[in-house]
């Protein structure tokens, strides 16, 4: 069964596929879509972030721009924020997007998708999410990225815990083998840092006298990328006079440079303070959690779109410290590593009971 791992994070959404190069990635947006006369010609043909979604379920038909299109041409572009991810239709919109993008194609058989959920969102919304993606049954069609409509509709759905997606992609290669034994049986605690936009997931593996997690020591904190975000569009405010325009407010958060009001308005020192800060204030948050249990801290993995974040104030800390490949996709990894495990498993099942019969 091929396994589609789809990380549907507040500032982005990631997805990969089994036995496919192919990686989805698009910021979490959405708006409506509108004819856009200036597309083709003269101005070249579409871009290949320019993503539209064209969606059809329950009798109704949806056309939306997403991601870096929605950004820069919808009128009405909205993000969520919301905690409650179950029932928020940008949760869906996405969800088919990445879907469509990356389905293994008509000859593939049964698809068995693995998201995730925040730790602490995870025991009282797993189960209602679970039970809406398996009743998801769409027809989507990207126009420019496949031909046709793609039926959307799953065989099996999977909710994994956020941060711990990031941890499997992190000790384990895309096989499911360890990518570094001797990290795996050193003795000490080996410890992911997953940081995205909304929150920080810290997920904690004892080695000996075998290797599982802690539950203690893996827990999620409400700082990340949109705290920054906070920071520097208040320092917009006051250097520019106005509200940083939603279409350009990730690039000024990340760049801290852009062109407004016939001048260019520059914070890149403010970003340098702003970036130093959060970083600092997360490692701190993490330290007074482990408390006597930080001098047992063998290794440390960094993973997520703002690990630079908190690389510099982990090294401080920490000696053994490694940014994994690939960090803004390791959720998405971690849950199609997850998910193939959990086919090879029940294959095996299923071969033990042809045996037995």
Known sequence: MAVLGIDLGYG????????????FLCQSLIGSSLERVLSGGLFGTNHPDDIQVDIERGGTSDSYFIGELARRESTDVTYTMDENKIDHPLTQVLLCAASAVLWPGKDAGPVHLVTGLPMSHYKTQKAKLEEN????????RIPGKNTGWVPVKFDRVTVFMQGYGAAYAAVLDENGKPRDKEVLQSG????????????????????????????????????GGDNLAQTMLRVFQEKAGAQCPASVQDQWTYEGQLWYDGKEVNAKRELDQARERLGQTIMDRIRA??????????????????????????????NNVR??????????EGYRIVGEMLERKATARSQDKIRIA
């Open 133 to 140: 993606l398996r009743k998801l049954d769409a027809k989507v």
């Open 289 to 318: 959690r482990f408390g006597d249990n930080a001098g047992r801290v063998s290794t440390v993995f960094l993973a997520g779109r703002n690990a630079p974040l908190v690389e510099q104030p982990c090294k401080s800390t920490w």
């Open 188 to 223: 000490g605690l080996v410890v992911v840092i997953e940081s995205g936009h909304k929150t920080t997931d810290v997920v904690t593996f004892e080695t000996k006298p075998k290797f599982r997690p802690v539950d203690h020591l893996s827990f999620s904190l409400n700082l």
């Open 12 to 23: 982005f959404t990631k997805g990969v596929v089994t036995g496919s190069e192919e990686k």
């Open 323 to 332: 940014v994994v490949d690939n960090p803004q996709f390791a959720n998405a």
